[in-house]
């Protein structure tokens, strides 16, 4: 008999969690103002929210974060840091930043100016909100195949290099700081980029005299895919691909929260010391002295320990295959999701579930609400909410997904937490014709709304 796909880790600590009753989750819900951010985790049975800063560390870690270095200059934890940024990544130069947002105001202060344009594939909420916040503009260029969520193609976070050059002949290069990559592609649903359109974007952007930047926070993930899935990297290991993905930029931002497995912490790496010299100025305002840059000894030293960690074959084979195995379930039961299913979340297509609800009242947002009732379980929204008004004319901007993300924390949960999760979402999908109405907007911040923004329900 062939025996059974298991995890590569034991369990060494435990944390207990609690279910609550329907009638509990209707009243923090209402307190919560149905915006899910505003739950206290107590009042969540699986959290599902966010796969950042969410992971448990190894017995490694752990342990590296006892010989942590608090030396306020050059600090041993930087240099093990250092050396973890060159060995895995390639780079001769770095800042570390508390985390990954951090690593893009440092950065785009430097490179991002008002007018600019900033094209790349489905660029992350913050560091869209970050080049809008400086008046410049993110240019998506993702391939269309992207928007399709019933069809499987193996890179959905690729670049469309037809898109890509035309926006870098429109604008002047003087308008365009730098492409960026997102690895894997968190907008379109946790989407890999392959090797062959990394490849290709660095050859246009040479073309053009533009440099590449990766925004690496699951780079590791991203690599897995390249390995399952694209022509001639079966055989090498996923450092060795790696690195060959990162011979492809010029710099990169990383919110460690995420492939690092650390419960803080980021970076900016670079080839350019002119650029980190620069940036260190800006790293030394905002975030502290360039050795440390707002995270202490022990947390680089865990993050230096988790880059290794999560770029070992088993450790993302163990991963992937969970959320695989809440994909399988999801698909046996009919469930509409993002295909194929991306390496840290499945995303649950709301608009084809709630497509009797209008958009305009946030059919992804209601599927999250209802998902939570049903078991106490946190997903998050990435549709309209998130999509934000359009910093000009200040409408709605209407994405073309509506998706309910339902990432899964590394080394978290077991394989029976997702079969709750399945079941619950299935109970949803049963009664969906019978949730009439979602949300009205009664507040919300005019950027970045959907961390804060109160919502009531229509009757
Ligand atoms: C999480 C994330 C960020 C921001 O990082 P934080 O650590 O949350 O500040 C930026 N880009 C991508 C692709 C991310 O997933």
């Known amino acids: 008999m062939e025996l059974p796909f298991a995890e590569s880790f034991k369990i060494k600590m435990v944390e207990t969690i609690r279910r609550s009753t329907r009638a509990e989750r209707e009243q923090w819900l209402k307190e919560a103002n149905y915006n899910l951010f505003n739950l206290k985790s107590d009042q969540v049975f699986i959290d599902l929210l966010t796969d950042s800063g969410t992971g448990a560390m190894s017995d490694k870690q752990w342990a590296a974060m006892m010989t942590g270095d608090e030396s306020y200059a050059g600090a041993r934890s930087y240099y093990n840091m250092k050396a973890a940024i060159k060995n895995i990544l390639g780079f001769d130069h770095f800042l570390p ?22 094209p790349g594939n489905s660029h992350f909420d913050t560091t869209k ?7 410049a503009k993110a240019v998506d260029c993702t391939i269309d195949e992207a928007f399709d969520t019933e069809l499987d193609h193996p890179f959905k976070g690729n670049v469309d290099l037809v898109k890509l050059e035309s926006v870098l002949t429109t604008y002047p290069k003087e308008q365009i700081p730098m492409i960026i990559i997102t690895v894997t592609c968190n907008s379109s649903g946790g989407q890999p980029v392959s090797i062959a359109n990394l490849r290709a974007v660095k050859q246009l952007a040479d073309k053009y005299g533009i440099p590449v930047c990766y925004d690496s926070a699951r780079f590791a993930e991203n690599a897995y895919f390249i390995k399952m899935r694209e022509e001639g990297y079966q055989d090498k290991s996923i450092k060795e691909i790696v690195k060959e993905m990162y011979s492809y930029a010029d710099m990169a931002t990383m919110s460690s929260k995420k492939d690092a497995i650390v419960n803080m912490g980021g970076f900016i790496a670079m080839r350019d010391e002119e650029l980190w010299k620069k940036a260190s100025t800006y790293n030394i305002m905002f975030e502290g002295y360039v050795t440390y840059g707002g995270m ?86 990435i549709g309209t909410i998130l999509a934000d008004r359009d910093p000009e004319t200040r409408e709605n901007r209407y994405p073309e997904l509506e998706l309910l993300r339902l990432a899964i924390p590394r080394r978290v949960y077991t394989n ?8 619950a979402l299935k109970n949803v999908f049963n009664r969906r014709l019978n949730i009439k109405h979602g949300f009205k907007i009664i507040e919300e911040a005019p950027i970045m709304r959907h961390f804060t923004v109160h919502l009531d329900k229509i009757k």
């Open 296 to 381: 202490s000894g022990r947390d680089m030293n865990a993050l230096a320990q988790g880059l290794d960690e999560g770029t070992e074959f088993e450790y993302l084979e163990t991963r992937i295959k969970q959320v695989e195995y809440l994909g399988e379930m999801l698909h046996e039961y009919g469930i509409p999701f993002q295909k194929p299913v991306g390496g840290h979340a499945i995303f649950v297509d709301a608009k084809k579930i709630l497509s009797h609800i209008p958009k305009e009242e946030f059919q992804a947002q209601t599927l999250g609400c209802e998902l939570y009732l049903e078991a106490g379980i946190r997903g998050v929204e």
């Open 129 to 135: 909100g970050h080049i809008e916040f400086r008046k």
């Open 97 to 118: 930043t508390h985390q990954g947002r951090a690593a893009e105001n440092v950065l785009f202060s430097v490179l991002v100016k008002s007018g600019d344009i900033v």
């Open 416 to 423: 029976n937490h997702m079969e709750v999760v399945a079941a």
